[in-house]
């Protein structure tokens, strides 16, 4: 038994396994699992279905604390309702991913989702694997394993068209699916207010090579090491 629930913080920009790898971990070890990304699309779906023009800053965060936003933290069955309604399908289109880091580069939506984000991990009774961009650096500095996962673009893009194509005819091309890919990064990690960013303290892990089954192996051990040492006196 640890000192108290893990909280492991896992970032890194899209496509590299952060949320296949989380739930993983989280479903072994029997904790939780919280994606935030699926918070910022959630906000974004809601501005977008409500007229916001996500392009204005002071629009945004006019109305960032209007939406309600649950996210159930199960790994087996994760969910993301806004306003009570099941938004797990509406958050993954084109449209909101094209808007979302417009969106999360608000500093009022990011004070908002970053305190609902706190508030879960803190009340996550058997520790908590939590998956985003800023979570090492500002959500949860003091979290006991930080992870940082990269992977060339060239794979990233692969990995995403490949999901992309599953879901059915009209998917964009590799070309494309890259391009947008890139361009998101770009913006995530430019933006002014917590951008995506390595904690000084994370274990990186290039995942370029690895099998899902080699990255999740490699993030148990970081968790059970850590474990170790806070056993010990
Ligand atoms: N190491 C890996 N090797 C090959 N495919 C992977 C690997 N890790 C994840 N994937 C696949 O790549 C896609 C994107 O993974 P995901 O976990 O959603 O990444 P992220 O959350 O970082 O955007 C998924 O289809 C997933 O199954
Ligand atoms: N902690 C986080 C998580 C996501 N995000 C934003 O939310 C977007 C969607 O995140 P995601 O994890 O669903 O992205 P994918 O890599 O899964 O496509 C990112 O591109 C960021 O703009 C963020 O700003 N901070």
């Known amino acids: 038994m640890s000192a108290h629930p893990v909280i ?6 899209s496509g590299t396994g952060k949320s296949s790898t989380s739930k993983a971990v989280a479903a072994r070890l029997g904790m939780g699992y919280l994606d935030t990304g699926a918070q910022y699309r959630a906000i974004t779906w809601w501005m977008l279905s409500n007229g916001v023009d996500v392009n204005d ?38 449209e909101v991913t094209g808007a979302v880091s417009a969106v999360s580069a608000v500093p009022a939506v990011r ?5 609902l984000q706190r508030t879960i991990a803190a009340d996550a009774p058997g520790g908590i694997v939590v998956e985003g961009r800023d979570i090492g650096t500002t959500v949860l500095p003091d979290a006991d394993v930080k992870i940082f996962l990269t992977a060339a673009p060239e ?11 599953a879901t059915g005819p009209g998917a964009p091309d590799l070309a494309a699916t890259r391009e947008a890919l890139i361009k998101r990064d770009a913006a995530d990690s430019g933006r002014k207010t917590s951008p995506l960013a390595k904690a000084g303290d994370a274990t990186e892990m290039d995942t370029t090579e690895l099998t899902l ?10 968790i059970e ?7 010990l006196p």
């Open 225 to 231: 090491d850590a474990e170790r040492k806070q056993r």
């Open 111 to 115: 004070t908002r989702i970053t305190e």
């Open 8 to 13: 492991v913080a896992i970032d890194g920009p």
């Open 57 to 94: 800053p002071a629009a945004v965060a006019a109305v960032s604390g209007k939406p309600d936003i649950v996210s159930g933290t199960d790994p087996l069955a994760p969910t993301i309702t806004v306003d009570g309604t099941d938004v797990a399908g509406p958050i993954r289109t084109p």
């Open 155 to 165: 794979a990233r893009a692969a990995r995403r068209s490949g999901e992309l194509k």
């Open 213 to 222: 089954e080699q990255v999740i192996s490699c993030v148990i051990s970081v």
